[in-house]
């Protein structure tokens, strides 16, 4: 008798266990679902959101590698996933076409572009084209490169910062020093700019299109656009546009995004402008990430600067 008691009493302590584990089992599961997921347009944002989270969130950049973060269009998956996640980072001024074009829930969307408004360059002739016989005509624009002058980034990460600690309350500490040693991570890139700044005042840059202008402001340089697209050449008008901006200026460089070939190069050569290539990093370099690229670039850019005419690029570019 006593034996098939303490048989029942057995199956029934057994039962509860179980019962208990259930609910615990359910419990992690459903956390594990509600890890948190941060969509962001860019990989400059995609840098400070994964310098300030632990890797319980999942930081979602969803262009793929070898496209152009500007242009790129998701597919129907991609966004309801990004319609789903817990919040969508974008940069404002006009930067990811899909932002503009898709329906997103304005409760999860950051735009980090509002927290910089007074430091926001407008390009009154930012985008010049034609409509058939009706000639050329101009629209004014917002210049969208913001992290190319290291101490806007470093505001866009304290509006992120704040908006991660709203989302992730519990994260509070751990956001706070980690957006204070990122924030620290940036000086020697602010340093160099003002060294550069104090070497080679009042230098005037030419470049293909509205990028730069973050970035030479604050070396307190000026930046000449000459309206043409990406992966396109110069025409008859571009050169003459040039010309024009030479007489006045004396324009010695350009800038560029990317390498471009060498008869490109030898043409502004012989026009007597020297080129130098920076990577923007709208997309996640080869190799390190932006702090690492950002001081390569740099340090190369105060080298051409010192050399005076050679052409040079970043490594990124070679």
Request: hydrophobic share 35%; with cysteine; net charge neutral.
């Amino acid at each position: 008798m006593h034996r098939i008691y303490f048989i029942v009493a057995l199956f029934s302590m057994t039962m509860l266990y179980a019962c208990q584990q259930k609910p615990q089992e359910g419990t992690r599961l459903a956390e594990e679902k509600q890890s948190p997921v941060i969509v962001v347009v860019n990989y400059p944002l995609e840098f400070i959101v994964k310098s300030l989270v632990g890797p319980d969130v999942k930081v979602l950049n969803p262009v793929p590698p070898g496209s152009d973060p500007e242009t790129w269009f998701p597919n129907d998956e991609i966004i309801q996933t990004i319609q789903e996640a817990d919040l969508i980072v974008t940069n404002g001024a006009n930067f990811a076409d899909w932002v503009k074009k898709l329906s997103l829930p304005r409760s999860k969307v950051l735009k980090t572009s509002i927290f910089l408004k007074e430091d926001l360059i407008t390009v009154p002739d930012y985008e010049v084209h034609s409509h058939g016989s009706g000639g050329a005509h101009s629209h004014a624009g917002t210049v969208a490169f913001f992290w190319l002058d290291p101490a806007l980034l470093a505001r866009q990460a304290d509006a992120i910062g704040k908006k991660l600690i709203q989302l992730l309350p519990r994260e509070k500490e751990s956001i706070t020093e980690n957006l204070k040693n990122l924030k620290d991570s940036l000086e020697p890139l602010n340093l160099k700019l003002d060294q550069l700044r104090s070497k080679y005042p009042g230098l005037h840059w030419f470049s293909q299109r509205p990028v730069y202008q973050y970035l030479t402001r604050r070396a307190d340089w000026t930046v000449h656009h000459l309206h043409w697209k990406k992966n396109t050449k110069p025409n008859e008008s571009t050169w003459e546009t040039m010309k024009t901006i030479q007489e006045l200026h004396k324009v010695p460089f350009m800038i560029w995004e990317q390498k471009p070939d060498k008869k490109l190069l030898n043409e502004f050569q012989q026009r007597g402008v020297s080129s130098f290539v920076l990577n923007p990093l709208t997309a996640k370099p080869a190799r390190g990430d932006y702090l690492t690229e950002m001081r390569l670039q740099l340090n190369q850019l105060e080298a051409f600067l010192k050399s005076g005419s050679s052409t040079q690029e970043s490594s990124e570019t070679k």
